[in-house]
């Protein structure tokens, strides 16, 4: 019997709110549109849009919308609770910032919701340099996989997407789909990661999905250009499409893209796939190197 799962991948624009109903409506909408999907997935740092909900002086103002995010997280996950369970289905909410305990700086987190409740979180582990020295996010490191009716869910967090190693563990640990939402600035950004999912993909023989935000955003400079495809790759493999693109949408393009995907065939393409990366990894891993 085929396990097959339907999945979304947001290309999410930013909009101003002057009040948190507004806010809630959007995602309401959102949700509702790829209700007709098991898995849905959202950007990085999709959560800053809540900066607006302290007016222009604070969403302008990099530190003070940090904070300005944070108070809303609890809003935010009961409302992505809520529509999960109403349509019964995952959901993988925009990631923001979260300050683990009072004094401390940070990180870039990201929730998963089920049916029956907010499962668990995912921080990113290695910051950009603008996370590094401009912002002052910091990394929270530890990964975890996500067992789920949907699959085995890991999450990279867009740079995260670039570090084979991550990825790795993540396969290792049994996960068979990559969530990888993210936001970049211009098209090298974005296609350093899109780049690093399609190859994640063929090391792995998974699927890895990548959420971007998209479109201009002239009230804060964290996110004042978006630029992405929404995507679902998989291994190029000889039981997936050739180009190792299951479902793509059109630049900046907002909306869902959408596709079905057998979890059977990930197990498929990892014992009996044209080639064998995921199995033949370690043989790589004992390569001697000498200096010529």
């Known amino acids: 019997m085929s396990r097959a799962v339907r999945i979304a991948a947001a290309a999410y624009p930013f909009d101003w709110f002057d009040d948190l109903s507004a806010y809630e409506a959007k995602i309401t909408a959102w949700v509702a549109e790829a209700a007709d999907c098991d898995l849905l997935v959202f950007p990085e740092y999709g959560a800053m849009e809540l900066a607006s909900l302290g007016g222009h002086e604070i969403a302008r103002d990099l530190e003070a919308s940090l904070h300005e995010v944070a108070r809303h997280e609890a809003a935010r996950d009961a409302l992505h609770a809520r529509l999960a369970a109403e349509h019964d289905c995952h959901i993988l909410a925009a990631s923001g910032p979260a300050f683990p305990s009072p004094g401390k700086r940070p990180v870039n987190r990201a929730v998963l919701f089920g049916p029956q409740g907010r499962i668990g979180q995912q921080d990113k582990q290695i910051m950009t340099r603008f996370e590094r020295e401009d912002w002052d996010v910091t990394g929270a490191p530890g990964l975890q996989v996500f067992d789920t009716p949907v699959g085995r869910l890991g999450i990279t967090i867009c740079y995260d997407s670039e570090f084979p190693?991550?990825?790795?563990?993540?396969a290792e640990a049994g996960a068979e789909i990559i969530l990888a939402p993210s936001c970049t600035d211009s098209v090298a950004g974005f296609m350093r990661v899109r780049i690093g999912c399609m190859a994640r993909a063929l090391e792995n023989q998974c699927v890895v999905v990548q959420a971007?935000?998209?479109?201009?955003?002239?009230?804060?400079?964290?996110?004042d250009e978006n630029r992405g495809i929404a995507a679902i790759y998989a291994p190029p493999d000889g039981l997936w499409p050739e180009t190792g693109i299951v479902a793509e949408g059109a630049m900046d393009a907002p909306?869902?893209?959408?596709?079905?995907?057998?979890?059977?065939?990930?197990?498929?393409?990892?014992?009996?796939?044209?080639?064998?990366?995921?199995?033949?990894?370690?043989?790589?891993?004992?390569?001697?190197?000498?200096s010529a």
């Open 255 to 290: 909306g869902w893209v959408k596709a079905e995907i057998d979890l059977d065939r990930i197990a498929e393409s990892r014992r009996d796939g044209r080639v064998l990366p995921f199995a033949h990894w370690p043989e790589s891993e004992s390569v001697p190197v000498q």
């Open 165 to 170: 190693l991550l990825a790795r563990k993540l």
């Open 212 to 223: 971007p935000t998209v479109g201009d955003c002239d009230w804060n400079p964290a996110i």
